[in-house]
């Protein structure tokens, strides 16, 4: 069994930073690209942020470019997202999710096991 478990969410003033994390079980992940997605109220899901097996892929949505990073500690079995300048527009539940491969992966249904999501609000 594959299990992702996300924290760091919560509600934060604009312009503020929060870091997430998410642990995982039963698969190493520095076999596997890692992808981070959010979903506002009412809006689909989209890819922000994602990393590859490897240390040469990496990709960020324009609308977080410059603002959120992904890192990994593999000791840890662990990714991150850090998340600067914060803005109402980045409210959303926020998930991390694991494919089965190790190149980047951009679709919803490329990845196959996903955290239970933590949600950022940002306020104005």
């Known amino acids: 069994q594959v299990r992702l478990v996300e924290s760091g969410g919560g509600l934060v003033q604009a312009g503020g930073s929060l870091r997430l994390s998410c642990t995982a079980s039963?698969?190493?992940?520095?076999?596997?690209?890692m992808g981070w997605f959010r979903q506002p109220p009412g809006k689909e899901r989209e890819l922000v942020a994602a990393?590859?097996?490897?240390?040469?892929?990496?990709y960020y949505a324009d609308s977080v470019k410059g603002r959120f990073t992904t890192s990994r500690d593999n000791a840890k079995n662990t990714v991150y997202l850090q998340m600067n300048s914060l803005g109402p527009e980045d409210t959303a539940v926020y998930y991390c999710?694991?494919?089965?491969?190790?190149?980047?992966?951009?679709?919803?249904?490329?990845?196959?096991?996903w955290g239970q999501g933590t949600q950022v609000t940002v306020s104005s």
């Open positions: 990393r590859s097996a490897s240390a040469l892929g990496t």
């Open positions: 039963g698969r190493t992940l520095t076999g596997y690209a």
């Open positions: 999710a694991t494919t089965e491969y190790g190149p980047i992966r951009f679709k919803v249904e490329d990845y196959d096991y």
